[in-house]
């Protein structure tokens, strides 16, 4: 979709507007590149932060890892889009389509595995969006995120930015696409088990992680009641619940509870 200036300014404040302005203004914006109609750039602000749109969605479907918690989006995102006005990057998917005519698919099998070898994410990814059997635990998942916080914590003891989650959700997305509801919940218990654990070194964006964990919590339930779980099964699920009402974080607790009598609801209907 064209990038409007009215549009850009439906998105956020006036006050994050001209901040955006000034983002853009003042040559800000590194790295922009597209690939088909997801765009990304690095945006230098207090550090630099990582953002990326699609211009096939609604409103942009902006994402960004800056810290900022208030109405609409921030001025790093208002920046890239201005930039869009101006001009588009030159899409790579054109030239990568080239490359695949030309390739053959001996040559494609060996770059994938080899990547795949050096990437945990990217092989995650690669598992669910082609159906194969993925037999990596709740706790896997959970230790996946606690490296997304250790490499958040490197410079400072603390976490003030948004940290990207995506990796988790839209892989727990794929597998409840296909059905696969267990390995769905699996991904989900260890990203709210995995946020539950570190929600101490977070100390700015709290919208954030308050939306990602019961986003998460609320897939979890879901994907837990539609997999027709045997008894043993729920009883497992329903002492994880209890076990993180009794020891984990205070203020994941109503939550935890909350989960747990939707749980028992869902199991009874």
Known sequence: MPVDRVDIRELCTDAVFERGQNYYGDGRIRERRRVDDVVTATVEGSKPY?????????????WCTCPYGGPG????????????????????????????????????????????ARDDAMLDRFLAEFGAA????????????VKLFEEHTEEHPVVFEAIDFSRLTDLGERYRAQERYRQAAAVYRGLVTGIDDNIDLVDGAYDHYATVFRKGLDAFIECVAAADISPPEYD??????????????????????????????????
Request: charged share 40%; glycine share 2%.
């Open 50 to 62: 990582d953002v990326t749109l699609s211009l096939s969605e609604p409103d942009f479907d902006p």
């Open 134 to 145: 993925s037999e990596k635990s709740h706790e896997a998942y959970r230790e996946d995120v």
């Open 236 to 269: 497992e699920y329903e002492a994880f619940l209890v076990e993180r009402i009794e020891s984990g974080a205070s203020v994941h607790r109503e939550e935890f509870e909350r989960a747990l009598s939707e749980l028992e609801d869902a199991v009874e209907g």
């Open 73 to 116: 989006e921030c001025k790093h995102v208002v920046a890239l889009l201005l930039s869009l006005i101006d001009e588009l990057p030159e899409d790579e998917g054109e030239r990568i389509d080239e490359v695949f005519a030309d390739i053959e698919t001996s040559a494609l099998q060996a770059f994938v595995r080899e990547e795949l």
